[in-house]
C-alpha cells in the first residue's frame, strides 16, 4: 500500500525548533529522492527542502541554515529539523517522493506564534 504519514508538527513561538518525521511505505522512499513540502494557506505547495536516497541534500532559500532534511534508509523514515522557526514557516508540512510523487498524506500542521 503507498502510504505517506506526517507527524511531529504543533504550536510553536518564533524562534523555537520543532522536528518532523514522515514514514514512508518501502515502495515510495526505497532509491528515491525524498522531499519536503509546505503549503501556507491562500499559497501553493512549495518545496522545502530534498534529500537523494545517498544524502545529498537541497535547501530552498528562504530556510537554509535553519532547516536540516535526513533521512534513516532503514525505517523508510525521512525527517525535517526545523530551528529558529519564523511565522512565515506557518503552513501545513508534507513529505512526497520528488519524482513521481504519490497521493499526498495528510501532512502536519506547523504554527509558529510572533
Known amino acids: 500500500q503507498v502510504r505517506l504519514v506526517e507527524s511531529g508538527g504543533g504550536l510553536v513561538q518564533a524562534g523555537g525548533s520543532l522536528r518532523l518525521s514522515c514514514a514512508a511505505s518501502?515502495?515510495?522512499?526505497?532509491?528515491?529522492?525524498m522531499g519536503w513540502y509546505r503549503q501556507a494557506p491562500g499559497k501553493q505547495r512549495e518545496l522545502v527542502a530534498r534529500i537523494s536516497n545517498g544524502g545529498t541534500t537541497y535547501y530552498v532559500d528562504s530556510v537554509k541554515g535553519r532547516v536540516t532534511i535526513s533521512r534513516d534508509n532503514a525505517k523508510n523514515t525521512v525527517y525535517l529539523q526545523m530551528n529558529s522557526l519564523k511565522p512565515e514557516d506557518t503552513a501545513v508540512y508534507y513529505c512526497?517522493?520528488?519524482?513521481?510523487?504519490?497521493?499526498w498524506g495528510q501532512g502536519t500542521q506547523v504554527t509558529v506564534s510572533s
Open positions: 512526497n517522493r520528488v519524482t513521481s510523487p504519490v497521493p
Open positions: 518501502g515502495s515510495i522512499f526505497r532509491f528515491n529522492t
